[in-house]
């Protein structure tokens, strides 16, 4: 496991390099020059992040395998058809999150998306769950919408 976190990681940080490298010759610069978000704002951003969390797990593979000789993997607990049940529900999540995001609202539906999968993934504190859904929900919209000013869809709901 260790092993493969490292080839992950290197593989996420040569992507990252490809990716930010071929910014400037596939997206062109739009803005009006009066305020600093332009086509080319959000790529990069994308591609700082893949590079950070790239770098991150390397970094972390590394000092783990430094730590440990064994390159082993633990035994799974889990039975093939307890991951199969797993993709299957978060699949189903992610396709009510999409119904949700037209009939309820892109707040309103990721709250309870957010809130579902920390549930399903074994988070047990209900006032955690409600202060990251909510919290992370509306610092999201105010990012994308207000400040990078990409139109979510209209909603029947409000």
Known sequence: MLKRDFLIGMGTVLLAGLYLALIPYQVQPDSDGYDFVS????????????LITGLALTITSLRTMHRTSS???????ESPGHRYKRVAMLTTLAVLYTLGLTYMGY?????LALAAAMVFSGERRKR???????????????????????PLPDTLLF
């Open 39 to 50: 086509g080319r704002t959000l790529p990069f951003m994308v591609g700082g992040f893949l």
């Open 71 to 77: 390159y082993e993997q633990a035994p799974s607990h």
């Open 107 to 111: 707040i309103v539906s990721t709250i």
């Open 128 to 150: 955690l769950v409600v202060i990251i859904s909510i919290l992370t929900s509306v610092l999201l919209y105010y990012f994308f919408h207000k400040l990078m000013q990409v």
